[in-house]
């Protein structure tokens, strides 16, 4: 017995012979199985882009604090005329600050590094070579990374907590990697923009905006960042804002929101470690 299947049905016809049974479909509900199977793949993909959205890791660019604590950073790769000149007014206003160090400088300026360490200042790895680290493999993050915090070890005996990606490049490839070698990825909520040759005074016109919890970009050999320094400084003991390096800026314990604020999970504050 044959069965005739109307185009404009949409209702399975069952066809059986001595062999079994089959399903027949018409035309229409073809087309119909064909559009729901389109509408199941684009809520399926649909929903793998909203969990990857939702999971974009970010990097640290300010603490939620209660207290006053702000941190100034100086990022050194070229150049190290200026830096014992930055060391020597943190001293001259009892600050400690935070350095973020290339290897091919530290190669260059051992006894810079060296100096650094013993006048009580934070360092932390801004890379080996200085790339763009997005566009590596996780082999070749971790070859800049732990050579780089490896360097900074034999100079100083110090521990390396902290990782700044150059030109602020990061990727979740990158923080993982990072974050698998114990180093807190650290970008700046207040960029002095002091390699653009801005003057001394409108360095720290932009760096007054800082408030508690922000962390500051400035570079150890910009032009006229010893000019900037003593306003910055005078301004903050004004304002009653102390500055700490950023190891002892952040919390212990933590999340990270999608602005990078950092924002503790208790109360316990102090040291990263």
């Given at each position: 017995?044959?069965?005739?299947?109307?185009?404009?049905?949409?209702?399975?016809?069952?066809?059986?012979?001595?062999?079994?049974?089959?399903?027949?479909?018409?035309?229409?509900?073809?087309?119909?199985?064909?559009?729901?199977?389109?509408?199941?793949?684009?809520?399926?993909?649909?929903?793998?882009?909203?969990?990857?959205?939702?999971?974009?890791?970010?990097?640290?660019?300010?603490?939620?604090?209660?207290?006053?604590?702000?941190?100034?950073?100086?990022?050194?790769?070229?150049?190290?005329?200026?830096?014992?000149?930055?060391?020597?007014?943190?001293?001259?206003?009892?600050?400690?600050?935070?350095?973020?160090?290339?290897?091919?400088?530290?190669?260059?300026?051992?006894?810079?590094?060296?100096?650094?360490?013993?006048?009580?200042?934070?360092?932390?790895?801004?890379?080996?070579?200085?790339?763009?680290?997005?566009?590596?493999?996780?082999?070749?993050?971790?070859?800049?990374?732990?050579?780089?915090?490896?360097?900074?070890?034999?100079?100083?005996?110090?521990?390396?907590?902290l990782f700044r990606p150059p030109f602020g490049?990061?990727?979740?490839?990158?923080?993982?990697?990072?974050?698998?070698?114990?180093?807190?990825?650290?970008?700046?909520?207040?960029?002095?923009?002091?390699?653009?040759?801005?003057?001394?005074?409108?360095?720290?016109?932009?760096?007054?905006?800082?408030?508690?919890?922000?962390?500051?970009l400035c570079h150890n050999n910009s032009d006229?960042?010893?000019?900037?320094?003593?306003?910055?400084?005078?301004?903050?003991?004004?304002?009653?804002?102390?500055?700490?390096?950023?190891?002892?800026?952040?919390?212990?314990?933590?999340?990270?929101?999608?602005?990078?604020?950092?924002?503790?999970?208790?109360?316990?504050?102090?040291?990263?470690?």
């Amino acid at each position: 017995m044959v069965h005739k299947i109307s185009s404009f049905s949409t209702k399975p016809v069952k066809k059986c012979n001595r062999g079994g049974c089959i399903i027949l479909f018409s035309k229409k509900s073809k087309i119909l199985l064909a559009l729901l199977s389109v509408v199941v793949a684009l809520t399926i993909c649909t929903s793998f882009v909203l969990v990857f959205a939702n999971t974009r890791l970010v990097p640290v660019y300010k603490v939620k604090r209660q207290d006053n604590k702000i941190a100034i950073s100086f990022d050194a790769a070229w150049g190290a005329d200026k830096t014992l000149g930055i060391l020597d007014i943190c001293d001259q206003y009892g600050v400690k600050v935070t350095f973020f160090l290339v290897s091919f400088w530290m190669e260059a300026y051992p006894d810079m590094v060296a100096e650094i360490a013993r006048r009580g200042h934070e360092i932390g790895t801004h890379s080996k070579t200085h790339p763009q680290m997005s566009k590596l493999s996780k082999e070749e993050i971790k070859e800049e990374l732990t050579y780089s915090v490896g360097q900074i070890v034999a100079i100083t005996g110090q521990e390396v907590t902290l990782f700044r990606p150059p030109f602020g490049d990061y990727d979740n490839k990158l923080i993982d990697v990072a974050t698998s070698l114990n180093l807190a990825t650290i970008q700046w909520s207040v960029d002095s923009l002091d390699w653009k040759g801005l003057s001394g005074q409108e360095i720290a016109t932009r760096v007054q905006k800082a408030k508690p919890g922000d962390i500051i970009l400035c570079h150890n050999n910009s032009d006229h960042i010893l000019d900037a320094l003593p306003a910055i400084f005078q301004w903050a003991k004004i304002k009653g804002l102390e500055f700490v390096t950023i190891g002892q800026l952040l919390h212990q314990n933590y999340t990270i929101e999608k602005d990078g604020t950092m924002v503790p999970t208790d109360k316990i504050t102090g040291d990263f470690k």
